[in-house]
């Protein structure tokens, strides 16, 4: 069984506000041996300990309108089992397994850890840059951790903007394809400091208890006041036990961000759990210069916290941990495997959080996520704030834009009902809209995106046309 369109979102996202605190704390220098124990607070903040928003900056909601949703009474078997040799994208899943966002809104979480891109900018040596844009890759990942919710598929031609001047940036979305449905995004520095752009079209495979997609399009960063862009590509991602079992998450793969102006490269592994999850969350890697010279050591988890040291440091550490080599804990015998169509992938036991090597420097933590995250999707402190709609908003916000979709607004507000019904009638008014246009032989024209290529892999890319902030929105179409 295989689908590489419709589905796809419902593994993929690329990811609470940032305290000044993240500044200094990512300059801290390590003198011991430390253990984070994130399993005791399990990143649950305090209700209240947000501190106010001042200097006329608006604040943001810090919960939804309705807890989540139960999904214990459905079963994604009882779905997939009657699709049998069909594509994913030719499936339609209950809407109890959504969770209420638009992929495009979820895209916009890259920017949640948005002030490492500020930190680079002002930053005057290269190395020490690309150590805050690797932090900033990786932050983009993080809040996947534990969103086993699908954001719901963006419609063609829907939108998403999000301005957050206390973070300093704006940021625009689009749907500019549906088969195969590519997203489009393009977010930039309010003080003229970076832009941040770029297109995602994963591939999607169905693995029979788990769901992979395998990240398409390039991610591009630009460090205006350097002259300097990156760009990457995300990690995989993978959602197990889609049939039977407890879902949960990993990312794996390697990704390489390039810096195109000096040469310099980080490479980091985010590695595969394992046989007995040993390595779950794990991401490993360094930099190197233009010769392939390595630079500075980088490790930590992607669910909570990256720090980096220089090589010398790292390897003789290395080489008193295998001198050390502690003996192995024993594993529990478990008897022969049963067939892996028969049982769950088991939810592998949670590891002993980063050992960290004396003299590293943190780069990089994850934010707090709020104290009733677990009934809201286990959506971060940011993620709840982006399907906010205040009142007068939609006098200023395109028709397209995704805090006006009924459905996901039904979902948002606990209905249910209204939510699976509205969605059906979208869906539908979309196929109605594709025919028509068959009928006339017209082609769909984006808005706020273009195809070319990008200026600096020269591979496939959407870009940014300009000129959304003007809201000339006369010519949007009616999609909800």
């Given at each position: 069984?295989?689908?590489?369109?419709?589905?796809f979102?419902?593994?993929?996202?690329?990811?609470?506000?940032?305290?000044?605190?993240?500044?200094?704390e990512?300059?801290?220098?390590?003198?011991?041996?430390?253990?984070?124990?994130?399993?005791?607070?399990?990143?649950?903040?305090?209700?209240?300990?947000r501190?106010?928003?001042?200097?006329?900056?608006?604040?943001?909601?810090?919960?939804?309108?309705?807890?989540?949703?139960?999904?214990?009474?459905?079963?994604?078997?009882?779905?997939?089992?009657?699709?049998?040799?069909?594509?994913?994208?030719?499936?339609?899943?209950?809407?109890?397994?959504?969770?209420?966002?638009?992929?495009?809104?979820?895209?916009?979480?890259?920017?949640?850890?948005?002030?490492?891109?500020?930190?680079?900018s002002?930053?005057?040596q290269?190395?020490?840059?690309?150590?805050?844009?690797?932090?900033?890759?990786?932050?983009?990942?993080?809040?996947?951790?534990?969103?086993?919710?699908?954001?719901?598929?963006?419609?063609?031609?829907e939108?998403?903007?999000?301005?957050?001047?206390?973070?300093?940036?704006?940021?625009?979305?689009?749907?500019?394809?549906?088969?195969?449905?590519?997203?489009?995004?393009?977010?930039?520095?309010?003080?003229?400091?970076f832009?941040?752009?770029?297109?995602?079209?994963?591939?999607?495979?169905?693995?029979?208890?788990?769901?992979?997609?395998?990240?398409?399009?390039?991610?591009?960063?630009?460090?205006?006041?350097?002259?300097?862009?990156?760009?990457?590509?995300?990690?995989?991602?993978?959602?197990?036990?889609?049939?039977?079992?407890?879902?949960?998450?990993?990312?794996?793969?390697?990704?390489?961000?390039?810096?195109?102006?000096?040469g310099?490269?980080?490479?980091?592994?985010?590695?595969?759990?394992?046989?007995?999850?040993?390595?779950?969350?794990?991401?490993?890697?360094?930099?190197?210069?233009?010769?392939?010279?390595?630079?500075?050591?980088?490790?930590?988890?992607?669910?909570?916290?990256?720090?980096?040291?220089?090589?010398?440091?790292?390897?003789?550490?290395?080489?008193?941990?295998?001198?050390?080599?502690?003996?192995?804990?024993?594993?529990?015998?478990?008897?022969?495997?049963?067939?892996?169509?028969?049982?769950?992938?088991?939810?592998?036991?949670?590891?002993?959080t980063?050992?960290?090597?004396?003299?590293?420097?943190?780069?990089?933590r994850?934010?707090?996520?709020?104290?009733?995250?677990?009934?809201?999707?286990?959506?971060?402190?940011?993620?709840?704030?982006?399907?906010?709609?205040?009142?007068?908003?939609?006098?200023?916000?395109p028709?397209?834009?995704?805090?006006?979709?009924?459905?996901?607004?039904?979902?948002?507000?606990?209905?249910?009902?209204?939510?699976?019904?509205?969605?059906?009638?979208?869906?539908?008014?979309?196929?109605?809209?594709?025919?028509?246009?068959?009928?006339?032989?017209?082609?769909?024209?984006?808005?706020?995106?273009?195809?070319?290529?990008?200026?600096?892999?020269?591979?496939?890319?959407?870009?940014?046309?300009?000129?959304?902030?003007?809201?000339?929105?006369?010519?949007?179409?009616?999609?909800?």
């Open positions: 069984m295989n689908g590489e369109e419709e589905f979102d419902a593994v993929t996202g690329f990811d609470s506000d940032n305290s000044s605190g993240e500044f200094s990512a300059n801290q220098k390590v003198t011991g041996m430390i253990d984070l124990d994130s399993s005791k607070s399990n990143r649950i903040g305090k209700i209240g300990e501190p106010p928003q001042e200097n006329g900056i608006q604040k943001h909601r810090t919960s939804l309108p309705a807890p989540m949703f139960t999904r214990s009474d459905f079963s994604v078997w009882s779905i997939l089992k009657k699709c049998i040799g069909l594509e994913l994208s030719k499936i339609t899943m209950p809407i109890a397994f959504n969770e209420p966002l638009s992929f495009l809104q979820r895209i916009t979480e890259y920017m949640e850890h948005v002030y490492l891109i500020h930190k680079a002002h930053q005057s290269p190395l020490e840059r690309m150590q805050s844009v690797a932090a900033f890759a990786v932050s983009a990942v993080a809040s996947q951790w534990e969103r086993t919710g699908k954001p719901f598929n963006p419609l063609l031609g939108t998403y903007e999000l301005i957050r001047e206390d973070l300093g940036f704006r940021f625009i979305s689009e749907q500019v394809s549906h088969h195969p449905p590519i997203s489009a995004f393009y977010s930039e520095g309010l003080n003229q400091d832009v941040f752009h770029g297109s995602i079209y994963p591939k999607l495979k169905f693995w029979g208890k788990s769901v992979e997609a395998e990240p398409r399009g390039t991610i591009t960063l630009e460090l205006l006041e350097h002259n300097e862009a990156y760009t990457w590509t995300n990690p995989t991602c993978c959602v197990h036990n889609v049939i039977i079992g407890k879902l949960w998450i990993e990312q794996y793969g390697m990704v390489e961000i390039l810096n195109h102006r000096t310099d490269k980080c490479v980091l592994n985010f590695k595969p759990c394992g046989l007995f999850g040993k390595e779950l969350h794990k991401v490993e890697g360094h930099i190197q210069d233009k010769n392939k010279k390595k630079l500075f050591m980088i490790y930590g988890k992607w669910t909570e916290c990256l720090w980096g040291i220089d090589p010398v440091s790292y390897e003789s550490f290395k080489k008193q941990e295998r001198r050390g080599d502690h003996p192995r804990k024993a594993r529990p015998d478990d008897g022969s495997r049963k067939a892996d169509s028969d049982v769950a992938d088991d939810v592998p036991v949670v590891q002993e980063v050992q960290v090597i004396p003299g590293s420097t943190l780069l990089w994850i934010n707090t996520r709020p104290p009733n995250s677990a009934q809201m999707y286990n959506f971060t402190s940011f993620t709840v704030s982006l399907n906010e709609l205040k009142t007068g908003m939609e006098k200023t916000l028709p397209t834009d995704c805090r006006l979709r009924p459905d996901i607004r039904g979902m948002e507000n606990g209905n249910m009902d209204l939510a699976s019904q509205e969605k059906e009638r979208l869906e539908e008014k979309q196929r109605e809209a594709r025919r028509e246009r068959a009928k006339e032989e017209a082609e769909w024209q984006t808005r706020w995106f273009y195809p070319g290529n990008n200026p600096y892999t020269g591979t496939s890319d959407w870009l940014y046309a300009g000129d959304y902030f003007e809201r000339n929105f006369s010519d949007c179409p009616d999609i909800y």
